[in-house]
């Protein structure tokens, strides 16, 4: 007999869920585990690292062929839990089918008495916590509801360091500096808020007023940005082990991923970016981060339920420490710069 766990989310959330399943593998030790992971976040397998753990791939978004993939994975393993903690709507049916298997889950209710899964499929499963969305008071984050499914009714106090996964490669070690701040660029947040390379350029600089040397990296889309960013910054192309100096203290790491990417994040000295995966890794080194914390739904002008939902949204992903900074970016780029000067400031 074994656990299952449904994991297939993007890295950001794969960290929220990092606590839930180290419990699930503590407590069962001496069974197989069984994950699954999208191809988002495949790469950071080494976090979930154990004996007694098998990591599979399954699609973040669900095809029919994967659906039926993982039915047949059911009927024929001899699993006795599984753990749904990606609340995707296929999962909830499952138990309707497995009834021999406990089905712990994480389920979610939001405005206009949308519940995912509905009342009647709750029946169906043997433990399970609500993210509720529709509440506009602060409430528990999904890591800390997470943490509660799969220890019991309380908070065990699983505190990992993930600091043992900070071995840094021979090139890492020859281009990092020893001092620096790191950064993430985001062109889909750039593009939303109106900012330019002209205000990236200005973010740049602001940064090397604080700290000496800068490490970026961006979304591992080619674009004209790869280009731009290696004719003005020096830079290393992981993809080809290329390094161009162009004797700047900041650098461009092009096309860098998995334990390379989290061990430029744990080696930095302090973390800036929009809310996603480079802000969630950081947190869970407890880095000094400033989260540039922009959504969609988040306007110059909102109305109530716009600000209602970016709250709430605020609440459930936050993590929560002393040097864990946020501003709201706006598209005027001077009001953001100023708001960010103080957490660069004080953490340098």
């Known amino acids: 007999m074994h656990s299952v766990i449904l994991k297939n989310d993007a890295v950001g959330d794969l960290v929220h869920s990092l606590p839930a399943i180290d419990n699930v593998i503590s407590a069962k030790s001496n069974k197989k585990i069984t994950i699954f992971l999208s191809e988002r976040s495949k790469k950071f397998n080494f976090l979930i690292e154990a004996q007694n753990v098998e990591i599979k791939v399954i699609n973040y978004n669900l095809t029919i062929f994967h659906k039926i993939n993982l039915f047949f994975y059911l009927i024929k393993n001899s699993v006795d839990n599984v753990y749904i903690l990606s609340p995707k709507n296929f999962y909830f049916y499952l138990p309707l ?157 092009d096309g860098i991923e998995g334990r390379d990417l989290f061990n430029v994040i744990g080696h930095s000295n302090k973390v800036v970016a929009f809310h996603g995966m480079m802000t969630n890794l950081a947190s869970l080194i407890k880095k000094p981060v400033l989260d540039l914390f922009h959504i969609d739904v988040l306007a110059e002008n909102m109305d109530w339920e716009s600000y209602r939902k970016t709250r709430n949204f605020f609440y459930e992903f936050k ?30």
């Not at 040397?213 to 731009?228: G, H, P, R, W």
Request: proline share 2%; charged share 30%; with cysteine.
């Open 97 to 253: 089918f497995f009834r021999k298997i406990k089905f712990y889950a994480l389920c979610v209710n939001d405005i206009n008495n949308y519940k995912r899964p509905n009342s009647f499929l709750r029946k169906f499963l043997f433990k399970y916590v609500i993210n509720e969305r529709q509440k506009s008071f602060k409430r528990d984050s999904t890591k800390s509801l997470q943490n509660k499914l799969t220890s019991n009714g309380t908070v065990n106090a699983v505190n990992k360091n993930y600091d043992i996964f900070l071995k840094k490669t021979g090139y890492l070690s020859k281009y990092l500096p020893d001092y620096y701040l790191y950064f993430h660029f985001k062109k889909k947040r750039f593009e939303a808020l109106n900012w330019k390379l002209k205000e990236f350029s200005l973010l740049l600089n602001e940064f090397n007023k604080y700290y000496q040397n800068v490490v970026f990296t961006k979304d591992n889309i080619i674009d004209e940005n790869n280009s731009i960013f290696k004719d003005i910054f020096n830079s290393y192309d992981f993809k080809t082990d290329t390094f161009i100096n162009k004797n700047k203290n900041i650098i461009f790491l």
């Open 319 to 348: 993590p929560a420490y002393k040097t864990y900074d946020f501003v709201i970016p706006k598209k005027d780029f001077k009001k953001t710069l100023k708001k960010m000067k103080f957490s660069l400031k004080v953490n340098n």
